[in-house]
C-alpha cells in the first residue's frame, strides 16, 4: 500500500487570477502544482486569449493546456457592476491576486495595488508587467519575444548576424516563477509576523535583464560584445556540438581546466593538446576555439554516439545527446522515473510531465485543465448566491 501523501505545502491559500497568456498562468500553476486553489477569473467572451493560440490538442491550444491545469474557471464580465461586485467578494475571502492585465487595466478597475490595500489590507497582490513601472516604455505592450529582443537575449542567441528567440517562452516563463517566488516569500513573512498582504510588481523586462547577467557583466568590464555560437557557449571551450560517426549529434564540454586535462588525455588521447601552453586556461582555449572544435569535431566524426558517451562518462566529461521534441517526448529517462501523468481536459485526457520540484510524501494534484467558466456556478454558490442570482450573472434561466 503507498503511503499517504501529505497535503501541498501551500494547502488552504486561495489564488483569484486575472491572467491571460503564459506569464501569469505560469505563477498560478507553480503554486497550483503546490496545493493552492486557484480561481481563474475570465472573460465570458472568450476567456484567456491563449485559449485561441492554436488547437493542437484535441481542439485545445497547447499554450493553455501546459500553464492552466488544476484552476477553476470563473467567468465574469468585469466591466460591470455585478461582475466587479463578485470579484470583489472573491478577494475578501483570497489570499492572493495575481494578474498581467495591459497597462493601466487594473487601475481602471480599481484594483491597482493601493486601491487593494485600502479594500483589501490582508491581500497579497501581485501585478506582472512588461516594462515596469517609471520609465519610458512602461506604457507598452510587451510579449515574449519583444522583451527577449528588447533585453539584448537575442542578440546572444543564435549566431553571429543570424539573432534568434530561444525556443520556450523565457521571458513569461521566468517572470512567472519570479512571482510564485515573490507570493511564497510573503506568505512566509505572513505567517511569521501573524498576518498577510503585501504588494509585489515583477516586469518581464526586469526578468530578463537579470537573466542577462553574464552578457552584461561582461561587456560592461571588458567593452566587448561576445558573439553568440549556437549551441556553444562564448564563455568556456571545448563546448559544443558535433556530428557523430552514425550521423547523431554529441554535445561535450569543460567547465575548468582539470576538466580539459582529462578531456585532452582521456578521451581524445592527445596528450600533446593537454600540454599545449596554449590551451591550459580557459581564456587561451576561448582564443583557440578554431582548432579545439577542428580537433574534437574530427575526432567525434570517427566514432559512433554511444561510444563517445561511454568514453566521456568513463572520464567524468559532462556529455548529451542532442534531442528534438519528438525524441524528448519518448526520452528513457522520463519514463523509468515515472514523470507523466494523465490530466483531464476538455477535450479528454491527455499526458502531462510532473512539476520538476519533488517533494516527499506529496503527489501534485495535476489537476484539470478548466473549460472557459466551467466552475462560476460553483464558485458564486459558495460566495452565498441564490440561484436566480447566479442564472443572471451567467445569462442561464433556471
Known amino acids: 500500500m503507498p503511503p499517504p501523501q501529505q497535503p501541498g505545502p501551500l494547502s488552504g491559500v486561495t489564488v483569484v487570477a486575472l491572467e491571460q497568456a503564459v506569464s501569469a498562468p505560469m505563477c498560478t500553476r507553480a503554486l497550483c502544482d503546490l496545493g493552492a486553489r486557484v480561481i481563474k477569473v475570465e472573460n465570458p467572451e472568450g476567456g484567456d486569449s491563449a485559449r485561441h493560440i492554436d488547437d493542437v490538442v484535441g481542439g485545445l491550444a497547447a499554450h493553455f493546456v501546459w500553464c492552466n491545469r488544476g484552476k477553476e474557471s470563473v467567468a465574469l464580465d468585469l466591466k460591470s457592476p455585478a461582475g466587479m461586485r463578485i470579484l470583489h467578494r472573491l478577494l475578501d475571502r483570497a489570499d492572493v491576486l495575481v494578474s498581467n492585465l495591459t497597462p493601466g487595466t487594473t487601475a481602471k478597475l480599481g484594483i491597482a495595488p493601493e486601491d487593494l490595500a485600502t479594500r483589501h489590507p490582508g491581500l497579497i497582490a501581485l501585478e506582472i508587467d512588461g516594462y515596469g513601472q517609471g520609465g519610458p516604455l512602461s506604457h507598452k505592450r510587451a510579449y515574449d519575444l519583444l522583451v527577449q529582443a528588447e533585453s539584448g537575449v537575442c542578440a546572444v542567441t543564435g549566431h553571429p548576424g543570424a539573432p534568434a528567440k530561444p525556443g520556450p517562452p523565457i521571458a513569461d516563463a521566468s517572470t512567472g516563477l519570479y512571482a510564485a517566488l515573490s507570493i511564497l516569500a510573503l506568505l512566509y513573512a505572513g505567517e511569521r509576523r501573524g498576518g498577510c498582504g503585501g504588494t509585489v510588481a515583477v516586469s518581464l523586462f526586469d526578468t530578463m535583464t537579470e537573466l542577462m547577467g553574464y552578457p552584461l557583466t561582461h561587456t560592461r568590464h571588458s567593452g566587448v560584445e561576445q558573439q553568440p555560437r549556437g549551441m556553444g557557449s562564448p564563455a568556456v571551450a571545448p563546448y559544443g556540438a558535433h556530428r557523430t560517426a552514425d550521423g547523431q549529434t554529441v554535445v561535450l564540454g569543460t ?132 440561484d436566480a442570482e447566479i442564472a443572471e450573472l451567467t445569462g442561464r434561466s433556471r
Open 255 to 386: 567547465t575548468n581546466d582539470r576538466e580539459w586535462q582529462r578531456f585532452a588525455r582521456d578521451l581524445l588521447g592527445r596528450p600533446d593538446l593537454a600540454d599545449d601552453a596554449r590551451l591550459r586556461t580557459n581564456p587561451g582555449r576561448v582564443e583557440h576555439r578554431d582548432l579545439l572544435d577542428a580537433e574534437v569535431g574530427a575526432w567525434c566524426a570517427r566514432h559512433d554516439l554511444a561510444y563517445i558517451q561511454r568514453c566521456a562518462d568513463e572520464a567524468g566529461i559532462g556529455n548529451a545527446r542532442y534531442n528534438t521534441p519528438r525524441d524528448v517526448l519518448a526520452h528513457p529517462h522520463l519514463a523509468a522515473r515515472d514523470r507523466w501523468r494523465r490530466i483531464d481536459t476538455p477535450a479528454g485526457p491527455v499526458p502531462a510531465l510532473l512539476p520538476p520540484p519533488v517533494i516527499a510524501g506529496f503527489e501534485p494534484p495535476m489537476g484539470a485543465v478548466p473549460a472557459l467558466g466551467e466552475h462560476t456556478d460553483k464558485v458564486l454558490a459558495e460566495l452565498g448566491l441564490p
